[in-house]
């Protein structure tokens, strides 16, 4: 068993930057792949960012290429997300997921492929 919480989030003007949290406590957490989702009001929960359990493959949507840095510290158990360039778009809860599965390349964009999931952390985008 896998227990994330996120931290971070918080209001931010159009522009600014942000980075996210994510905790993981359990069972191992070095082998596994881990992303970020986010869920806007009245929207799906979509995928933002995933890494790999070994450090160096990143995968984004393409609404976020270029702003947003996926990266973990696997001494400290802790994936962040770094947000620059923060739009209103991106004003939603967001949420950090950890496969199951032992050295998963962490390619994968869908919500059934990961089995743990934080609670959500809030970011709101306002001017």
């Known amino acids: 068993q896998v227990q994330l919480v996120e931290s971070g989030g918080g209001l931010v003007q159009p522009g600014d930057s942000l980075r996210l949290s994510c905790e993981a406590s359990?069972?191992?957490?070095?082998?596994?792949?881990m992303a970020w989702f986010r869920q806007a009001p009245g929207k799906e929960r979509e995928f933002v960012a995933s890494?790999?359990?070994?450090?160096?493959?990143?995968y984004y949507a393409d609404s976020v290429k270029g702003r947003f840095t996926i990266s973990r510290d696997n001494a400290k158990r802790t994936v962040y997300l770094q947000m620059s360039s923060l739009k209103r778009e991106d004003a939603a809860v967001y949420f950090c997921?950890?496969?199951?599965?032992?050295?998963?390349?962490?390619?994968?964009?869908?919500?059934?492929?990961?089995?743990?999931w934080g609670q959500g952390t809030q970011v709101t985008v306002s001017s």
């Open positions: 890494i790999s359990w070994s450090i160096g493959t990143t």
């Open positions: 359990g069972r191992t957490f070095s082998r596994n792949a």
């Open positions: 997921a950890a496969d199951a599965s032992s050295y998963s390349t962490g390619d994968s964009k869908h919500e059934v492929d990961y089995d743990y």
